[in-house]
């Protein structure tokens, strides 16, 4: 079996460099090992027999003719499930397989296990599933209408969270509306779940997997499987994208289901169509905002009012909607505020983490709205944004003070003042339409779009949030030599090369070796809320400070094993949401400069400028590249990525139909990247990867709009949107 390997770095690369990724050729080379590339020999393959509809009651199940199959070894429905029936992130409320009812089209019933992939997918599909069709509850806005019906037996409302600050009655001078919808967006990860399970002689399973958070996938697989903890070991293999969707399980458990009850090795690979099936997506949401101002821009109040579609099951829309509720304002200082946010249950498919969660559909409508103002104030965007921004001391709307640097105003002025992008070229490429050459500049019109964001780094709320980190100094063939192990996932962000800058920076040493990142050390918490580096970096510099330390006084070898927490947050009050709810700010702004081809509705992004705080740019390579994919994924959302969903059926379940930028796509992205340090951080560091994704979706729809005159209130926009056809 291909088994992850040890990472060693032996060249030179402290805190501030940027070296060469330990795992970038291998992966330019397609030499690295992804999960899907797992083997061992006499291994089984598993399948999953899907839900077709979005609501209906299970009335019989019949595995007959599936074990029939030549070559089938299980098949196994919810009556296998030894331990716990149901599992979720924040709520246990997703079953393993499905009980007496499917919530989505794509829940899973049924598995197979058998000596060939292609046997498994016939034995599934011979599964005969008696179905009662339910009314589907589709549409979030009325999930919680009299007489809708309920997609669980305890209501549709998952979380509502609420925001009162100031006067609720406040009046202003001017005043904007707007209503704004934000679609359903993909990870598209090109790497598809995938993973083995090998049952133990000891009863337990090792689970080799792709994941974002190895110690909560292993306490919901112990759950079910009815083992102790320590009875299940997972060890992270090669992760090909996350973006979120990792967060949640997916075949974790079926896998270790089908090994135990074999008593082989089973790996499944979900196909593409299967993974748009099989993981969370971002929330749709509808958004509903009012702002007031008086006549020099002074923003008086906002109020707003959000839906969230959490679709069937919980997973992380409570804190979805208390990140919307939170940072639904934006960076902006407002005396007054009413907002609501709720997450609802409905028969959509499942939606939870993705990059910039909460924020990136409350900045589309906030942003919005700072332009509509601007215009009915005749006022520059910019500096209507500028007036209002937050600086360090500012009170946010639930009563947190920022109490770090906070350079809105400056960020904003510093895209502002790069210079414009010069007129297209003849090359086709640089136009709408790309080589389709649909046009040789007639129709084409240029606009140019403001927005900013504002995320929180870190989990909030006053959850336990930690990071463990075991580091080792021993002397290797006369050459000291460092060892890192961690629980942290890799999944693409470049943390290994992170860990190992920071190892060598504080103990002085050439080389470093990180460890697999698996359960046999404590957790390290999810790759997300761009939290790795500031809570695993954060655990690793406290485990060498403690190994120098050691070393000092006692020599080699010297090894420390420390859990470290960032400073504690609090839960928001239920009926205000007040409270110091969050750890840290992060900011970026973004200028979008688009060319629009008014007459087929096709829009060319020209130029992306963009700024951001970063507290200290830990190795300014990855930053770089964490900012140009987070903008990647903001554009695709403001003009191409949604998962059609009608009537709860997911209509385009493929890459040919569900369209992610390509690098004919991507603009040119000019840079500046301030570095003013929080004292509260390690290195003063603020998480990097989910702001470039919020601000630059809206930076391009009001780029969009300055082009066309076009109000434009949904993303993604789609051709019929400008042209009108």
Same mark, same amino acid.
């Given at each position: 079996?291909?088994?992850?390997?040890?990472? #060693?770095?032996?060249?030179?690369?402290?805190?501030?460099?940027?070296?060469?990724?330990?795992?970038?050729?291998?992966?330019?080379?397609?030499?690295?090992?992804?999960?899907?590339?797992?083997?061992?020999?006499?291994?089984?393959?598993?399948?999953? +027999?899907?839900?077709?509809?979005?609501?209906?009651?299970?009335?019989?199940?019949?595995?007959?003719?599936?074990?029939?199959?030549?070559?089938?070894?299980?098949?196994?429905?919810?009556?296998?499930?030894?331990?716990?029936?149901?599992?979720?992130?924040?709520?246990?409320?997703?079953?393993?397989?499905?009980?007496?009812?499917?919530?989505?089209?794509?829940?899973?019933?049924?598995?197979?296990?058998?000596?060939?992939?292609?046997?498994?997918?016939?034995?599934?599909?011979?599964?005969?599933?008696?179905?009662?069709?339910?009314?589907?509850?589709?549409?979030?806005?009325?999930?919680?209408?009299? %007489?809708?019906?309920?997609?669980?037996?305890?209501?549709?409302?998952?979380?509502?969270?609420?925001?009162?600050?100031?006067?609720?009655?406040?009046?202003?001078?001017?005043?904007?509306?707007?209503?704004?919808?934000?679609?359903?967006?993909?990870?598209?990860?090109?790497?598809?779940? $995938?993973?083995?399970?090998?049952?133990?002689?000891?009863?337990?399973?090792?689970?080799?997997?792709?994941?974002?958070?190895?110690?909560?996938?292993?306490?919901?697989?112990?759950?079910?499987?009815?083992?102790?903890?320590?009875?299940?070991?997972?060890?992270? $293999?090669? &992760?090909?994208?996350?973006?979120?969707?990792?967060?949640?399980?997916?075949?974790?458990?079926?896998?270790?289901?089908?090994?135990?009850?074999?008593?082989?090795?089973?790996?499944?690979?979900?196909?593409?169509?299967?993974?748009?099936?099989?993981?969370?997506?971002?929330?749709?949401?509808?958004?509903?905002?009012?702002?007031?101002?008086?006549?020099?821009?002074?923003?008086?109040?906002?109020? *707003?009012?959000?839906?969230?579609?959490?679709?069937?099951?919980?997973?992380?829309?409570?804190?979805?909607?208390?990140?919307?509720?939170?940072?639904?304002?934006? =960076?902006?200082?407002?005396?007054?505020?009413?907002?609501?946010?709720?997450?609802?249950? #409905?028969?959509? =498919?499942?939606?939870?983490?993705? /990059?910039?969660?909460?924020?990136?559909?409350?900045?589309? *409508?906030?942003?919005?709205? !700072?332009?509509?103002?601007?215009?009915?104030?005749?006022?520059?965007?910019?500096?209507?944004?500028?007036?209002?921004?937050?600086?360090?001391? $500012?009170? !946010?709307?639930?009563?947190?003070?920022?109490?770090?640097?906070?350079?809105?105003?400056? +960020?904003?002025?510093? &895209?502002?003042?790069?210079?414009?992008?010069?007129?297209?070229?003849?090359? =086709?490429?640089?136009?709408?339409?790309?080589?389709?050459?649909?046009?040789?500049?007639?129709?084409?019109? /240029?606009?140019?779009?403001?927005?900013?964001?504002?995320?929180?780094?870190?989990?909030?709320?006053?959850?336990?949030?930690?990071?463990?980190?075991?580091?080792?100094?021993?002397?290797?063939?006369?050459?000291?030599?460092?060892?890192?192990?961690?629980?942290? *996932?890799?999944? %693409?962000?470049?943390?290994?090369?992170?860990?190992?800058?920071? *190892?060598?920076?504080?103990?002085?040493?050439?080389?470093?070796?990180?460890?697999?990142?698996?359960?046999? &050390?404590?957790?390290?918490?999810?790759?997300?809320?761009?939290?790795?580096?500031? !809570?695993?970096?954060?655990?690793?510099?406290?485990?060498?400070?403690?190994?120098?330390?050691?070393?000092?006084?006692?020599?080699?070898?010297?090894?420390?094993?420390?859990?470290? /927490?960032?400073?504690?947050?609090?839960?928001?009050?239920?009926?205000?949401?007040?409270?110091?709810?969050?750890?840290?700010?992060?900011?970026?702004?973004?200028?979008?400069?688009?060319?629009?081809?008014?007459?087929?509705?096709?829009?060319?992004?020209?130029?992306?400028?963009?700024?951001?705080?970063?507290?200290?740019?830990?190795?300014?390579?990855?930053?770089?590249?964490?900012?140009?994919?987070?903008?990647?994924?903001?554009?695709?959302?403001?003009?191409?990525?949604?998962?059609?969903?009608?009537?709860?059926?997911?209509?385009?379940?493929?890459?040919?139909?569900?369209?992610?930028?390509?690098?004919?796509? !991507?603009?040119?992205?000019?840079?500046?990247?301030?570095?003013?340090?929080?004292?509260?951080?390690?290195?003063?560091?603020?998480?990097?990867?989910?702001?470039?994704?919020?601000? $630059?979706?809206?930076?391009?729809?009001?780029?969009?709009?300055?082009?066309?005159?076009?109000?434009?209130?949904?993303?993604?926009?789609?051709?019929?949107?400008?042209?009108?056809?």
């Amino acid at each position: 079996m291909t088994r992850p390997a040890e990472t #060693t770095t032996t060249h030179r690369g402290l805190i501030g460099d940027s070296p060469t990724r330990p795992d970038g050729r291998q992966k330019v080379t397609g030499e690295f090992a992804y999960s899907s590339d797992l083997w061992l020999d006499g291994m089984q393959w598993g399948a999953t +027999l899907r839900s077709p509809h979005p609501s209906a009651e299970i009335t019989g199940i019949d595995i007959t003719q599936a074990l029939k199959i030549p070559g089938v070894a299980a098949v196994l429905t919810h009556e296998d499930v030894p331990g716990r029936l149901t599992y979720g992130l924040e709520h246990t409320d997703q079953p393993v397989l499905a009980i007496d009812r499917v919530r989505y089209q794509g829940e899973a019933i049924a598995l197979v296990a058998a000596d060939h992939p292609e046997t498994a997918r016939r034995a599934a599909a011979l599964i005969k599933v008696d179905y009662q069709v339910l009314p589907a509850v589709t549409d979030a806005r009325l999930a919680l209408d009299p %007489g809708t019906p309920l997609v669980h037996p305890d209501g549709n409302l998952v979380r509502h969270v609420p925001i009162r600050k100031g006067d609720p009655h406040a009046k202003a001078d001017v005043v904007v509306t707007g209503e704004y919808q934000v679609g359903m967006q993909d990870q598209a990860f090109l790497g598809p779940e $995938s993973g083995l399970a090998v049952p133990a002689d000891d009863g337990g399973v090792d689970l080799y997997v792709a994941t974002q958070w190895l110690h909560v996938d292993r306490g919901q697989v112990a759950a079910s499987l009815n083992l102790p903890e320590d009875k299940v070991r997972i060890t992270l $293999s090669g &992760v090909g994208g996350a973006f979120g969707a990792r967060e949640d399980l997916s075949m974790q458990i079926h896998a270790c289901l089908l090994a135990r009850h074999t008593g082989k090795p089973v790996k499944i690979v979900y196909g593409r169509a299967e993974s748009f099936f099989g993981h969370v997506h971002r929330h749709p949401a509808f958004l509903r905002y009012e702002h007031g101002a008086n006549t020099d821009g002074t923003l008086v109040y906002v109020k *707003a009012d959000i839906v969230l579609d959490g679709g069937a099951y919980a997973s992380s829309s409570p804190a979805v909607a208390a990140n919307a509720a939170t940072l639904g304002v934006g =960076p902006y200082e407002v005396a007054n505020v009413v907002m609501d946010s709720r997450a609802l249950y #409905t028969n959509n =498919p499942p939606c939870g983490a993705m /990059r910039g969660f909460g924020a990136v559909q409350a900045c589309f *409508a906030y942003e919005s709205q !700072m332009d509509k103002l601007a215009a009915a104030l005749r006022m520059d965007p910019v500096e209507l944004r500028a007036r209002n921004a937050v600086t360090e001391g $500012s009170v !946010m709307p639930t009563g947190q003070v920022v109490d770090a640097a906070a350079p809105v105003a400056e +960020l904003l002025r510093l &895209v502002k003042d790069r210079p414009l992008p010069g007129a297209a070229g003849s090359d =086709p490429r640089s136009r709408p339409g790309g080589v389709s050459n649909t046009t040789h500049g007639e129709g084409v019109a /240029r606009g140019v779009g403001y927005a900013i964001s504002i995320k929180n780094v870190c989990f909030s709320e006053g959850f336990d949030d930690y990071a463990t980190a075991r580091v080792r100094l021993e002397l290797v063939n006369g050459e000291r030599v460092a060892q890192v192990h961690t629980a942290a *996932a890799e999944v %693409g962000q470049g943390l290994v090369t992170v860990l190992g800058q920071i *190892a060598r920076t504080e103990l002085g040493v050439e080389q470093v070796v990180i460890l697999p990142a698996d359960t046999q &050390v404590g957790s390290a918490g999810s790759s997300s809320a761009s939290r790795q580096t500031y !809570m695993t970096g954060g655990a690793v510099r406290a485990a060498c400070e403690q190994v120098r330390e050691q070393a000092e006084r006692h020599g080699l070898p010297a090894e420390a094993t420390v859990t470290w /927490r960032h400073r504690p947050t609090h839960e928001l009050d239920p009926e205000t949401g007040q409270g110091d709810a969050h750890v840290q700010y992060a900011f970026a702004a973004h200028r979008a400069v688009v060319d629009v081809d008014t007459e087929l509705g096709l829009v060319k992004v020209v130029e992306i400028a963009t700024a951001q705080d970063v507290g200290k740019a830990m190795n300014p390579q990855a930053v770089e590249g964490q900012i140009q994919g987070g903008i990647a994924q903001g554009l695709g959302l403001a003009v191409m990525e949604e998962i059609q969903v009608t009537d709860g059926a997911v209509r385009n379940p493929s890459f040919t139909d569900y369209l992610i930028p390509t690098i004919l796509d !991507m603009p040119p992205v000019k840079l500046d990247v301030l570095e003013l340090a929080d004292p509260n951080a390690p290195y003063g560091l603020r998480g990097v990867g989910e702001p470039p994704t919020i601000s $630059s979706t809206p930076a391009v729809v009001a780029a969009i709009r300055d082009a066309t005159g076009l109000p434009l209130t949904r993303v993604p926009v789609r051709p019929e949107h400008i042209t009108g056809s």
